[in-house]
């Protein structure tokens, strides 16, 4: 049988093949040119609310404008843009993109598949779930892992925690709703949890007073003590405790909860253990820090974020989980029309939408399996082993420093440390001033940080150390280098002095 081509249809949005050429080099070029100069711009723009809209200007177009000028507005954009990508930009948990993964994007949203299922996206679907494989090989976690790809970290705890549920309740009782008439369920988490794990909490309907804020030793890990003494009192008291997440990196200092020591516990009160390696999982590809991982392979479920240390551009976070069957407790046996899938072989009946909240879903999977074929593990492991050995020489720099205190020592490359004045450190010993001098130390530090995130120079966060303000870097940048290390801190000295 012969398919007669369709003639082409006249459309108000048909783009010439010169003009899509022209778009095509001048986007590339804008793009190459970004790449080129990225470390050479402010890390922060020189501009106040309002401007970028001031100058791309508001009004909505009624008629399509020259190329010419949409680039020159692409400009401005990206020169009033923060940039992750600078070597010393080390705000919150945000890795620059590669140029691999930037690409992978463009032709992911070229093709436009989208990722419900492999019926919706074949070759989208065996790619993504090969990737979720390879992601959990690459920590250790499962050679064989299942799982998917979500907008971030958020995104698959929330996931995480709602199939920890309905396992743990029994999926009738969870589906119909009817847990909710039963006692609180409870959750187990360091006080040092990332805040998505409360809010999952509070969305799913638990409650955040229902996440149990366990204590940490004095390295910020979870204390495994008192973890098990919460349990058995919350079970004593009629609750119903059903999970514990552990933490493989916390947002504030990069601690690793013991892990073994959870999972042991987990198993022994029967709860389900999710470990939250959003930020961290990727630096089990470190050699040097493999050990604080041990213990991740017994967890049930387990989130990890390619959008933050393996250089993946956003948005791409990922849950994995062993147990396909149990994950799809949460999700499966929807039964609307519009999702009837008439496959017999299990792959091409497989859908993303058994296992998550997300029916359409873009192609994330493609910058994760071009990043990794394109650069191989050993050169991402190259990259995250050398952050870490900078978070290492930043707090090795700060402690030899007279003006600089290290507040968390790094166990991955996180560093929080802070300024402190010669004057005001000697002022410090003497005990009864204590309590002016900490509260003065904190003002100063805090402006500080505002200071050298608006100067433009480099970028740091902030973190709480026991009451203290914390100068923080993160360091999951592929750009930076001892030198941006040392030129931070001279930096933070001068922008002491100017306060
Ligand atoms: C440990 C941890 N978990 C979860 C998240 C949330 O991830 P996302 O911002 O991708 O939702 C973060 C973000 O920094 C994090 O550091």
């Known amino acids: 049988m012969t398919i007669k081509q369709s003639s082409t249809r006249q459309s108000s949005l048909d783009v010439s093949p010169d003009e899509l050429r022209e778009l095509s080099s001048r986007v590339n070029e804008l793009v190459l040119e970004y790449f080129s100069e990225v470390s050479s711009l402010p890390v922060f723009p020189e501009t106040f609310a309002g401007d970028t809209l001031a100058q791309v200007g508001a009004t909505l177009p009624a008629e399509g404008e020259p190329v010419e000028q949409l680039i020159n507005d692409c400009h401005t954009i990206i020169k009033n843009s923060r940039h992750n990508g600078h070597p010393r930009f080390f705000g919150y948990v945000a890795s620059p993109a590669t140029p691999v993964g930037a690409f992978a994007d463009l032709i992911a949203s070229a093709l436009n598949s989208n990722v419900t299922s492999w019926r919706s996206g074949p070759a989208a679907t065996e790619i993504e779930r090969t990737v979720v494989r390879w992601l959990g090989s690459l920590i250790g976690y499962d050679e064989d892992a299942r799982g998917l790809l979500t907008s971030g970290g958020s995104m698959a705890n929330m996931t995480a925690l709602l199939i920890a549920q309905r396992v743990k309740s029994g999926r009738e009782a969870s589906r119909k709703g009817l847990w909710r008439s039963d006692a609180p369920m409870t959750i187990y988490a360091s006080e040092q949890v990332h805040m998505s794990i409360p809010k999952a909490a ?26 098990r003494e919460r349990i ?24 690793v909860d013991p892990l073994s020591e959870i999972a042991h516990v987990a198993k022994e009160f029967a709860l389900w253990f999710h470990v939250d390696g959003a930020y961290g999982a990727p630096a089990a590809l470190d050699e040097t820090k493999r050990s604080l991982f041990v213990g991740l392979e017994r967890a049930d479920s387990v989130s990890l974020d390619p959008h933050k240390w393996l250089y993946a551009p956003l948005d791409c976070g990922c849950l994995l989980f062993r147990d396909e069957a149990q994950a799809r407790i949460a999700f499966g ?85 802070r300024y402190v004045p010669p004057a005001m450190r000697s002022r410090l010993t003497e005990a009864q001033e204590n309590k002016a001098i900490e509260s003065e130390l904190n003002k100063l530090n805090e402006r500080i940080m505002y200071a050298i995130q608006r100067g433009g120079r480099a970028y740091l966060s902030s973190a709480t150390i026991h009451g203290k303000f914390a100068l923080r870097t993160c360091i999951t940048n592929f750009r930076t280098t001892r030198a941006d290390i040392e030129q931070t801190l001279d930096i933070i000295r001068e922008a002491a002095v100017a306060i």
């Open 333 to 417: 046996d929807e039964d609307a029309d519009y999702i009837k899938v008439l496959e017999q072989d299990a792959d091409e009946s497989f859908a993303f939408w058994n296992y998550g909240p997300e029916l359409s879903r873009r192609f994330r999977a493609l910058k994760i399996w071009l990043t990794l074929r394109y650069y191989g593990v050993s050169r991402i492991a190259a990259a995250i082993t050398e952050d870490n050995v900078l978070a290492g020489y930043l707090a090795e720099i700060v402690g030899q420093a007279e003006d600089f205190e290290l507040l968390a020592q790094p166990q991955l490359s996180i560093c929080c440390f």
């Open 232 to 255: 058995a009192a919350d079970l004593q008291n009629g609750l119903r405790p059903f999970c514990i997440v552990a933490s493989a990196g916390t947002t504030n200092t990069g601690a």
């Open 202 to 227: 509070d969305i799913l309907g638990f409650g955040r007073d229902q996440v149990r804020l366990i204590g940490c030793d004095d390295q910020f890990r979870m204390n495994v003590g008192l973890l």
